[in-house]
């Protein structure tokens, strides 16, 4: 006998297997798709436009001249390798916990902002340290890194306060080291942007990862239903059959017969009866009774 669905019941199961994968891109499109730059190669950062090593000639050019890569923009999922952090001006922190440091790190001549997550705290301390050491004497070279992945973000006005203030007390020996170039414009060298440590769009990366997860198991779920559509797993119920019930057996009605021997006296007529008989029939299944006599 050939399989097929009950139409009522494979519609509810398209629509099921619909929903799940409505479901699932809402997921992703939330989460800003970001398991696919998570995926991927990061971009660079460079805090100004920079030149490639790549030249112009592949795309058409014939002149030679080196191409240049532009400055990261707000929303690029970027790379970097930190060797030198030079100062922790600002925290974040929730209650009495503190869950963010801003550092100052030197880029391309711009000192940008890198906002590191709670995980990265010990490996952070441990480069500004060995900056620390550089730049006292104490150490000829940094054989340390860190390379990060991020988010590039606009610096919070409050943050950038703080960096301000940082810049300016600490601005005269950092021209004599030359770290920066003399400049009176403080945004010739402190940039405007940051970078958002272990982030993917607005997310961290565990709220991607997570987020990413539950759309899987929506995929997984509508696959499930469509398979079980394609296979005929949607057969009609059979129809459940009535049990009959034995009919109830009438209560026999209990019979009382009463009888009455009576005796007259031939002479007079009168009632001479000394003994009065009861008869009684009872239901089978009950206890007999006795018959009253009565002298």
């Known amino acids: 006998m050939t399989k097929t669905n009950d139409p009522k019941r494979e519609r509810s199961a398209w629509i099921r297997c619909c929903v799940a994968v409505l479901l699932a891109v809402i997921l992703l499109a939330v989460s800003g798709f970001g398991i696919f730059?998570?995926?991927?190669?990061?971009?660079?950062?460079?805090?100004?436009?920079?030149?490639?090593?790549?030249?112009?000639?592949?795309?058409?050019?014939?002149?030679?001249?080196?191409?240049?890569?532009?400055?990261?923009?707000?929303?690029?999922?970027?790379?970097?390798?930190?060797?030198?952090?030079?100062?922790?001006?600002?925290?974040?922190?929730?209650?009495?916990?503190?869950?963010?440091?801003?550092?100052?790190?030197?880029?391309?001549?711009?000192?940008?902002?890198?906002?590191?997550?709670?995980?990265?705290?010990?490996?952070?301390?441990?480069?500004?340290?060995?900056?620390?050491?550089?730049?006292?004497g104490n150490t000829y070279s940094i054989d340390s890194y860190i390379r990060v992945t991020g988010t590039v973000a606009e610096l919070p006005e409050s943050v950038s306060t703080e960096l301000y203030n940082w810049f300016g007390e600490n601005k005269e020996w950092m021209e004599q080291g030359g770290l920066i170039p003399e400049s009176d414009d403080y945004a010739d060298v402190l940039s405007d942007l940051m970078v958002k440590v272990d982030y993917v769009g607005r997310f961290s990366q565990t709220v991607v990862v997570a987020l990413t997860a539950l759309a899987g198991l929506c995929l997984l779920y509508a696959l499930y239903e469509l398979i079980r559509i394609l296979a005929k797993g949607y057969a009609p119920k059979q129809a459940e059959t009535p049990v009959e019930t034995m009919p109830e057996e009438p209560a026999e009605d209990e019979e009382g017969i009463e009888v009455e021997i009576t005796e007259s006296d031939p002479e007079t007529g009168e009632d001479v009866t000394d003994l009065e008989v009861e008869i009684v029939e009872e239901n089978p299944e009950t206890e007999s009774e006795e018959p009253d006599g009565e002298a």
């Open 37 to 136: 730059k998570m995926l991927g190669t990061p971009a660079d950062f460079a805090s100004i436009e920079m030149p490639s090593d790549q030249t112009l000639e592949p795309m058409g050019s014939a002149d030679g001249e080196t191409a240049m890569l532009p400055a990261s923009q707000v929303g690029d999922y970027v790379q970097h390798e930190i060797f030198l952090l030079l100062a922790n001006y600002a925290e974040g922190s929730r209650g009495d916990t503190v869950t963010e440091r801003y550092a100052v790190v030197p880029v391309s001549g711009k000192m940008v902002t890198f906002c590191f997550p709670q995980r990265w705290f010990e490996s952070e301390s441990a480069i500004y340290q060995a900056t620390q050491d550089l730049l006292s």
